[in-house]
């Protein structure tokens, strides 16, 4: 990859993602599940952006997606209703009766409420929803507890009880059709029993559930896979699909697989420029022109990201690398080791492929970068650079 051109050719901040990529991995995880009934359905909100998604599609990819908005994006691209899901915690009214007109594949209900809002609306439209419940199996997934979601104490999901529960009054309803089950025990997963034993309790589940005579098709083991920032151990999906596969024996239902993160993590990144290099006292500050409002991850989750400058310096200290904006937690790495810099040097961030752009603001007024696509050696613009009057344009007193 051509940092220096790219970042010549559309300037800095730019993202930059490799299609070929994240081809590799779908084509990875999809091979690890041959012989299977199996569907890949992308976790929209890693990234975003219409092109990906139509990437991702092509390759007969699905979606999952966590608002109307992110389903909306994958029709958009062109991914049939028929192979998206709606997950999420807190779906308003309209996004139901939407997703229900849309004839989506499954709405993945994480609570006896929203159980009750479904079957409401989709009575009113004289429809019957397909539903998917998300079960909380209590399992820790050993991964940062921002984005843990599988214990008791997490947001997300139902426990077993509340599932069976709702499994049942959904086949006694004329309006609900129980046809899936779905759990999603956290992000970023190094380690491969959390899964193995959520899948385990899961299954056990949808066996008991056979008993009443309700029959689960789609058996939906969320996304998560982990990714290498650094030297973590990386979950190899044929591993991972065995493990799945392991636990599901005597049953026959079509397997949904949910990644985000392992498609789009290290096809991505970011590139920004050395603006100043300071010292104050002791401490030495690499200043750049990207920001925590183009990638977050580091503010949010104290994240690692390697980064990389590129020049011929020989001299280096350890120095912070951080942004302009107006917060102590805007900065990219602490406490590393950098060479000397000059104005307009180029930083790699490596990985900034998920969960970047798609966490971009525009804090500080400041334009979102340009995002740009790499494929067979080919580069194309798929979201330009955000201009003021991009970032103005929705409010109302404009004039003088
Ligand atoms: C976020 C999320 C995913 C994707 O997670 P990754 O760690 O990016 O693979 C999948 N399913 C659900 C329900 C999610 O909330």
Sequence with gaps: MNFKKLADDYGTPLYVY???????????????????????????????????????????SGCDCVSIGEVNRALRAGVSSYKIIFSG????DDEIKEALEKDILLINLESEAELKRVEMIAKELNLTAR?????????????HPYISTGLHESKFGVDIDSAKRMYIVAK??????????????????????????????VSDLVRSLKVLDINIKFFDIGGGIGVKYDNEERIKPYDYAQAILKTLSGLDMTIICEPGRFLT???GYFLTKVLYEKVNVDKRFVIVDGAMNDLLRPALYNAYHKVEILNDSKESSIANLVGPVCESGDFFAKDIELPKTSHNDLVVVYSAGAYGFTMSSNYNTRGRACEVSVENEKVRVIRRRESFEDMIALETDLGD
């Design 172 to 201: 006694n309803s004329n309006n609900l059709d129980p046809v899936g089950i779905h759990f999603h025990i956290g992000s970023q997963l190094t380690e491969l029993n959390p899964i193995k034993e959520a899948s385990e309790i």
């Design 89 to 92: 915690v807190g779906k308003r």
């Design 18 to 60: 490799n299609f070929d990529y994240m081809k590799d991995r779908f084509d990875e995880l999809k091979e690890a599940f041959r012989g299977r009934k199996s569907m890949i359905c992308y976790a929209v909100k890693a990234n975003s952006n219409i092109s990906v998604i139509k990437h991702f599609a092509k390759m007969g």
């Design 131 to 143: 539903i998917s419940v998300r079960v909380n199996p209590n399992i820790d997934p050993m991964t």
């Design 265 to 267: 993590a290290n096809s």
